[in-house]
């Protein structure tokens, strides 16, 4: 086997014992209920657009363990121009389904960040976490899975260590320790992409201290593992999905974000990755924010491109020429190619890691967060100014209303405008879908807050290198050092 | 009578003919259907409020036709000081309901504008309708009705004259003129409050041309009114006020938004207030968007205080302390207390005019509207940014899920941090329900769009003017006129 | 006498002793001198508008002390309608000066602050420094003199208090208290419009404690009392006030900011205003920055119609229709008006003092603080991208070489446009002028910095009442208290 | 000879014609005199840092033509990791330098702009353009001379092509073709680094149609060549140059502009490369803006670098530690880290010409250019409010004040803060210059306007593209193309 086709992806999902949940109700079939079948198709677009010779060449590469074709998203990332692919491919995904396919992303940044974690380990310790990820990573590249990843933990109370809790179960723990593998209790929450992947890759929070060793804890497990119980969140509009018709547009994709319950899960030893090693958890962190902050700049971008379309589409159907706004297509435009490029940049100007994998510069990554959480929001305002009143919050008769036998023919004669009534109330939807509605991921706080970043730029920055220079220019030769805080 | 009590003004919309659509359903009873039941009790509380003393001062004030005390919403707006109460009432009255209670102010404005109008016709024309809204107005003061204002029209192929487009009824407009009163056919859509009316107020469009005469056409109807049929949009997660629990967390408000098609509706002579007049169609509109665009940043204001504190209530729940957000917070008001002012600046610099109006600079009101259609987009992200994840886009599990039976508790222990899962689950929803839910109301284009408020800036601001001083400052005695633009 | 005229302002500055130095050298008329004489200039514009009656009206008052007419730089602010006139004038004579007139607002200021604290004064303590003031404030009416105002110490090592500081002489304080007045040492600096000034109105800094009495002290003195000595600060590009030519284009106005060295000055007790009570210090620069940071907003507009109009001549004289700049213009607009209008809210919502004097609200008015450190960069920003290279640096020859005999014709030549070389000088320089030449007023940090604004907005946000009226509407009733800040 | 030390390259220019004027006098020695010395030595810090092993990296590399070591600056750009170095060279420089060093990197573009015309020119016409210039630069290699580029013609009246101009001169043209060479006549203006230029690289303007071919001119001269007239521009506080003390702190580097004055300059052919050839002009201007605009982002980065460097010193001397300012610096970082990584992204996703030079990506590269034109504006304003009111507008006497024998100690007792007066007044003046004094690049339209940036954006930003995957999620069959625009 080796690159699955799309039918093999979805019958692999069928497969799966039933434990994913939402409205209180079991999912059986994921690829077909309504929560879920519209991230799944998402998610399938990749095993899809194999086919499409020019998708093939960016959504897969060759193995670096056996030189086999696999999924760029199984891959190890060893190369800026594997990165530029990885920003690429994000920003085509969004373009192709309009939104996050998140449950491929975050598994594949997961497993190249314990990837450098578990040699950075086995080096300092002598453990053998190394071999153990390469042998199941070797696997997964096999059955071309899709695997999705998890790092949030619930925290409690943010003012207390993971071991000071009132429950201790407030982060993922260790709360067994086996000959042949370790039990796990806690949960990890607003998990993207779940409901369409094979396989879940855990990391562990980070800040951890000794007392927190337990805490220190990563692996990879079956999505339907006994034990584990999976709540899908609600989002925006998201009960639409069950509707028929076109009040949600867009069929192509969808996302769902979900909370894991692990209620004393059994991990066998080889799918272990981290296990009480709590002085590389901020390593894990690091290792997988590099490249996780660096690419959403692409999905972020790609998301732009879609609000641009999507106000255009609105303000033709309205009569009015894109040209009326050339000033704010250019503005969303400078906001999307932003987040690209800077994460472009911090994958150039990145280094090569000892176990061959490529670290993204930690500085320009983090850059790109705090604009991944500002700059979408902007041009989301700017594709409701372009589309108009029907768009900004989508403020027209439901699809029932729309096909209503005592008055659909109303709606219908009264919403129409230089094109069709239909047309237009798709292309407002797509923007309303787009920016106040389901398809709005949480990217300003996925993978850690944008205040956590602005916390990395401080510490990468080198202010004492400016003052000094500033200094030399200046021509003072005495000594100017930070002042004491006073006391209060 | 006078003023009214809650249960009269709930006994009058329940005695109402119901012409009410939602998802092709006939509501009948708009004070206990959950798609209106949010926006009557919201439009409700002013009606509730005359017995707090300190309410009550900035609710009601003295009618100018026979000095009883009515509502302020049944007003003229006589001088700045009723336009800084305009502001200050909006704004409170967001901060009790959270979102807009537009069935009263849109209604509101319309009287008044019309007001205005009516006696410039008059005097122009010699027509009898100011005494005809004089007599309506006395009249809808000793009921102490709620009003809802009626200013958008479908309008179709924009590029495209109200009497040039393919079908003429894209505009409201009269198809029969009788003796005793006029004939009108079309629609008007995106009406806020609409379901909390007693009556609805009709404002022609604008920039109409003779052959467009027929659209120039101002009235006052009943809600329920024969041939009038209203279907009620969507909103962002419109579906969970159908649901029990706090998915929407609040109750004390809610916004609607209508289509109101007339299917040749018959308007007695004495309802009418403007019927052809179409060089006054623009002055209509003028009069409308004076108090309009300066009293919304009252709106805008209260809906951001509403942000901040269902942000900083969140970041607790957490265990975060507000300082950590001092900087967040600042911004936040800095946006609220600017729309406000900008607002009350637009009244204080306002003037008489000759029928005993007060109206506000159009100038500041318009640079208001930019505002209004700018900061919130900032404040919301603001109050994303502090509240965290679980507030981005609602990311937490149902109501429904929350109380599941089978795995409610696991979702009650991972939600709760600082504080109980309920409040925080209830804080972090309200963030949502502002910021991308149910409680968003369409402010960027409600009562025109901002393009159209920078057209108006341009229009007063001078520019002539500046170019004069500045030609002085420089000493500069050579002429340099504005250049021909070059032809293409 | 009352009000005075040009010449008599021109004869009463001549009549002074010299005590102004500039490049160390001794100004002795500053009428005439280079580096006062701009000012100079633009100070005594209010003094000839007095002819002219559309600006008198706008310039005068009447005394509310014996209802004689007066400067309104002299007058009492009693009400919202005073303060209107305040952005109103200084908005004027910035369009009519091109910069700042500080020497005689910060002086109105000051006194009107002073009204205020002296009445309180008097009140909790029995003392009889307002009718001191009044006194004085008559017969300076009487005299129709032009007060310049100095707020800003020193401070030297801002982490310590004034009393702490290695050297007392940090801000100025009372170092002798004789029975027939004070003796005072110390200095004042960055104050504006000395050198146009009469007399100077002397303030104490704020945030004293009983330690620092001695430094609670408030005076006016003439200008030229022995003693002080005053030196003339460096401005952006400010040795071309002393060429000929128009590289500095304008000579209608200019701004001089001075630092004011007190060595052992006699202050007779009938001019001193404040001597030790340091718990009313912190309430001077209250009531100065309410109505300050308010007109300032004024200000700050007519700085901005001046680089509007700057731009725009520019780019017509380089062939260019300001059509093709709406957009950037618009947002000029936006931004001078908002700092226009937030001022005028801040005095639209003040209140009475019991002295009579009108209070702005403080809220607004450091708000529009914060507006006034940030707008004004965007707009210059945008005069500068209006008007191309040539004003964004003024990247021209100088004058000299404009005329030289040599090559002066090579420069004209190249620098014609659609317009002559000299117009297109004059403009881009004008624009060079205002937004980084000499031109260029300290607002950032002019009465108090952005950050001291912020502080304010914090503490009169009522943080609690908007988390209190967001728990109501999320139905939370828990106690959800500000969580204690963890210790380090 | 290859890589030229100090005095080397000082000896070339002190042997070199004067023919650089300002302030109507000749400069005898562009090395010692206070116009152009400071922008001498900044441009001699390349050739000093040879002797610098970590810096030489950086500076030099190997010739494409014959391997030998030279200067960066005089190297063909052949892959992203040459435009990687370019940026890192031009934020390095501008960090020891303070500001731009313009007359290397605008005549380095140039050189490499006209390298891939040349060659396409060649290609397409037979010419032989690229080999004439490739032997001129092997030799300017040999003699590592410093070469200003000049690309801005002074255009005359903007709404007419240079042919159609009342006086054809406005850009520079051939007046007249000979055997062995071409004579023009005309300018070019707002040259950066003439003054410490060996050679300028001439480039033609764009936008020409066959009746301008006469202006599609490209060549390369001697500084000092026959008929050449240069007139240095004034730059803010340029005047302090000439002054002594620390007023312009900075004496490592500085800047100049100047206009080049050609009166019938005859250019031997084999340093001519292009003669006529308007249909490539476009071409040449799109070769230059690619590489410049992409590496003006490390250029503003390291401005930004030491305005960072400066404010936070002048805080220190204050007494204020910069914690204070953190969120202010973060900003200011993500502000210099944007522009850097954006033109970083723009050389990796650029691509090879068949001349064997890189292209970078030119929307990215115009991006970048219009996050120049904005960015640096509010580092700039962010500096001055930590700075203080000392800085913004650099409020302090002069240097001759603070040496005065009559009141120097009174300047200095009173500058003095948590340090000396003289660092305190140093690290002040280093802000104020940077911001708004001689320090000042003119980065918004040096290598073109935002606005023509912002075309280059529109026209490769593939709008239908968006539009049509945005129509496709929308389930959209209907045609809906761009309406015709109404005529008026």
């Known amino acids: 086997m080796a690159l699955r086709n799309y039918q093999e992806y979805i019958d692999s999902l069928k497969k799966m014992r039933p434990n994913i949940y939402k409205f209180d109700e079991l999912i059986e079939d994921v690829t077909t209920h309504p929560a879920t079948r519209n991230t799944v198709e998402g998610h399938s677009k990749s095993y899809r657009l194999y086919n499409d010779p020019n998708e093939k060449e960016i959504l897969t590469t060759t193995s670096h363990i056996n030189g086999e074709p696999i999924s760029r998203y199984l891959s190890l990332i060893r190369s800026p121009e594997d990165m530029y692919a990885n920003s690429r491919m994000k920003r085509r995904l969004f373009q192709l389904t309009g939104t996050c396919t998140g449950g491929r992303c975050v598994g594949w940044t997961a497993l190249n960040a314990m990837f450098i974690t578990t040699y950075d380990m086995d080096e300092k310790l002598g453990t053998d976490y190394h071999p153990r990820l390469v042998n199941w990573l070797k696997d997964a590249q096999a059955r071309d899975i899709t695997i999705a990843g998890a790092l949030t933990d619930p925290k409690g109370d943010r003012t207390k260590m993971p071991s000071m809790q009132d429950d201790p179960d407030m982060s993922l723990r260790i709360v067994e320790r086996r000959p042949d593998g370790i039990v796990v209790r806690g949960a990890k929450v607003m998990i993207c992409g779940v409901a369409a992947a094979n396989e879940l890759f855990i990391l562990p929070g980070s800040g951890y201290k000794e007392t927190d060793k337990d805490y220190a804890v990563s692996f990879v497990i079956p999505r339907d593992i006994q034990n584990l119980t999976i709540v899908e969140t609600r989002r925006p509009s998201d009960t639409r999905e069950t509707e028929e018709g076109f009040d949600i547009p867009n069929k192509e994709g969808g996302i769902t974000q979900a909370y894991l319950f692990f209620e004393d899960v059994f991990i066998p030893k080889e799918r272990v990755f981290m296990a009480g090693e709590y002085q590389f958890a901020l390593g894990v962190v690091m290792n997988f924010i590099g490249p996780y ?73 983090n850059v790109n967060k705090v604009h991944v959480a500002t700059l979408p929001y902007e041009t989301s305002r700017l594709a409701q100014d372009i589309a108009g009143g029907i768009a900004e919050t989508g403020c027209m008769p439901s699809y029932k209303d729309f096909k209503s036998a005592k008055y659909g023919h109303l709606v219908q004669k009264y919403l129409k405008a230089k094109h069709s009534a239909e047309s237009r109330a798709r292309a407002a939807r797509l923007v309303e879908w787009s920016t106040i509605g389901a398809g709005v991921p949480g990217c300003m706080h996925g993978g850690g807050s944008p205040d956590g970043a602005r916390l990395v730029i401080r510490s990468l920055s080198n202010l004492e290198d400016k003052v000094r220079f500033a200094k030399k220019l200046a021509g003072i030769t005495e000594d100017i050092p930070e002042p004491e805080v006073p006391k209060k």
Chains 1, 2, 3, 4 share one sequence.
């Open 293 to 365: 902050r660096s690419a959403i700049g692409g999905c972020v971008a790609g998301q732009g491109d879609v609000k641009i379309g999507a106000a255009v589409l609105t303000a033709r159907t309205n009569g009015l020429t894109s040209k009326v706004f050339n000033d704010k297509i250019t503005q969303m435009n400078i906001n999307n190619e932003t987040t690209y490029a800077v994460g472009i940049a911090a994958a150039a100007m990145g280094k090569k890691h000892p176990s061959g994998a490529w670290l993204c510069d930690q500085l320009l990554a």
